[in-house]
């Protein structure tokens, strides 16, 4: 295993110690936020969903924020192969214009996810019994409401100080709100976000997937969505970026396909270098090693920064784009090693708790 590098917090190292890789040891699987950066997992993802998940016998509980979720949302359609290539597709063709303005965005964003869902991909992804879809968002208090009025900005800039100060005082501006597909909700600790869960159905499916990526400034505020609590909807990502999750469900582990060896608890956090995951003890995470990123075109993972990157130059960003994804075959080859090996403790490291 060349190009994948699988970790585990303490709990997870000695469960598969003691249990070996099974797919029922895992109750949970998270998706980062981070726009483009998915991209290098999206082959990894095809045998996730399309042969891993299989070999359970009970539903996975799949959580996510922003571009996370949707691609959980590609994935929990009846057949996930042809959900995962639709979103692929639609997302590799999204162009703007050079200055493109929030209606434009939430535009292209509104497209995207019609290709990917299809006519029934909601009533599918709703009555499906082998993925409990969880979609993140942050609903905006005390004056954040993600418009870039003046009120807003200076409410958002109190939240970056009071997370400066600790994580917990970001809560008087984010409330954590998880929209649900199945019975049981994804239940979280107390960490000062709350733990609100609104069930998903038809007439609010689409406005959640949305305001779960909807960053601040560069999208359309979704607002007073059916069934939740009034108010504005924003990135899920600004409250749990790359899913160090305060789960509140300890039946089983966490599988955390990731782009970055960093794991980022909240989108402000990576501004922080001091602030640390605290939550990866039940975690297995699986990141691309140094040898995989010398392989990507400019030897990084595309970054939503590539917009700018390639202004003009839609075409060759596609194709860059398209590159970086083929290459991610590499990351799906090692974890079917990993997930046939006799031995797999073999390819794992320990994770600091």
């Not at 799906?332 to 090693?337: G, L, R, V």
């Given at each position: 295993?060349?190009?994948?590098e699988?970790?585990?917090?303490?709990?997870?190292?000695?469960?598969?110690?003691?249990?070996g890789?099974?797919?029922?040891?895992?109750?949970?699987?998270?998706?980062?936020?981070?726009?483009?950066?998915?991209?290098?997992?999206?082959?990894?993802?095809?045998?996730?969903?399309?042969e891993?998940?299989?070999?359970?016998?009970?539903?996975?509980?799949?959580?996510?924020?922003?571009?996370?979720?949707?691609?959980l949302?590609?994935?929990?359609?009846?057949?996930?192969?042809?959900?995962?290539?639709?979103?692929?597709?639609?997302?590799?063709?999204?162009?703007?214009?050079?200055?493109?303005?929030?209606?434009?965005?939430?535009?292209?964003?509104?497209?995207?996810?019609?290709?990917?869902?299809g006519?029934?991909?909601?009533?599918?992804?709703?009555?499906?019994?082998?993925?409990?879809?969880?979609?993140?968002?942050?609903?905006?208090?005390?004056?954040?409401?993600?418009t870039?009025?003046?009120?807003?900005?200076?409410?958002?800039?109190?939240?970056?100080?009071?997370?400066?100060?600790?994580?917990?005082n970001?809560?008087?501006?984010?409330?954590?709100?998880?929209?649900?597909?199945?019975q049981?909700?994804?239940?979280?600790m107390?960490?000062?976000?709350?733990?609100?869960?609104?069930?998903?159905?038809?007439?609010?499916?689409?406005?959640?997937?949305l305001?779960?990526?909807?960053?601040?400034?560069?999208?359309?505020?979704?607002?007073?969505?059916?069934?939740?609590?009034?108010?504005?909807?924003?990135?899920?990502?600004?409250?749990?970026?790359h899913?160090?999750?305060?789960?509140?469900?300890?039946?089983?582990?966490?599988?955390?396909?990731?782009?970055?060896?960093?794991?980022?608890?909240?989108?402000?956090?990576?501004?922080?270098?001091?602030?640390k995951?605290r939550?990866?003890?039940?975690?297995?995470?699986?990141?691309?090693?140094?040898?995989?990123?010398?392989?990507?075109?400019?030897?990084?993972?595309?970054?939503r920064?590539?917009?700018?990157?390639?202004?003009?130059?839609?075409?060759?960003?596609?194709?860059?784009?398209?590159?970086?994804?083929?290459?991610?075959?590499h990351?799906?080859?090692?974890?079917?090693?990993?997930m046939?090996?006799?031995?797999p403790?073999?390819?794992?490291?320990?994770?600091?708790?």
């Open positions: 295993m060349k190009y994948l699988i970790s585990a917090g303490p709990q997870a190292y000695q469960q598969i110690g003691a249990e890789f099974k797919a029922d040891l895992f109750s949970h699987l998270g998706a980062a936020a981070g726009g483009p950066k998915w991209q290098v997992l999206a082959r990894l993802d095809r045998v996730l969903f399309g891993w998940l299989p070999q359970r016998t009970r539903a996975l509980h799949a959580v996510g924020a922003s571009i996370g979720a949707w691609r949302a590609a994935a929990a359609v009846q057949d996930p192969l042809a959900g995962l290539d639709r979103f692929e597709a639609a997302y590799l063709a999204q162009r703007y214009s050079l200055k493109p303005t929030p209606a434009e965005v939430t535009r292209v964003a509104r497209e995207i996810m019609d290709s990917m869902l006519a029934d991909g909601v009533a599918q992804i709703l009555a499906n019994p082998r993925i409990h879809l969880s979609i993140l968002t942050a609903r905006g208090l005390n004056g954040v409401d993600g870039g009025s003046g009120r807003d900005k200076l409410a958002l800039g109190r939240a970056v100080l009071a997370n400066a100060r600790g994580r917990r970001m809560a008087d501006y984010f409330q954590r709100v998880v929209f649900h597909t199945g049981t909700p994804t239940r979280f107390d960490d000062g976000f709350g733990d609100t869960a609104i069930a998903l159905d038809q007439t609010n499916f689409t406005a959640a997937l305001a779960s990526g909807t960053i601040p400034g560069v999208l359309e505020t979704v607002r007073d969505i059916p069934g939740a609590p009034a108010g504005a909807y924003l990135d899920g990502g600004l409250i749990d970026y899913m160090d999750l305060a789960l509140n469900q300890p039946e089983g582990l966490l599988l955390l396909p990731h782009f970055s060896h960093r794991v980022t608890t909240g989108w402000l956090d990576q501004f922080l270098p001091w602030r995951p939550y990866l003890h039940r975690t297995l995470l699986m990141t691309p090693t140094a040898e995989f990123l010398q392989l990507l075109p400019n030897g990084r993972v595309p970054s920064k590539d917009f700018g990157r390639y202004a003009g130059r839609d075409a060759e960003r596609e194709r860059d784009w398209k590159k970086a994804i083929d290459l991610g075959q990351l799906a080859d090692d974890f079917a090693t990993f046939h090996s006799k031995e403790l073999q390819w794992v490291r320990p994770l600091a708790s």
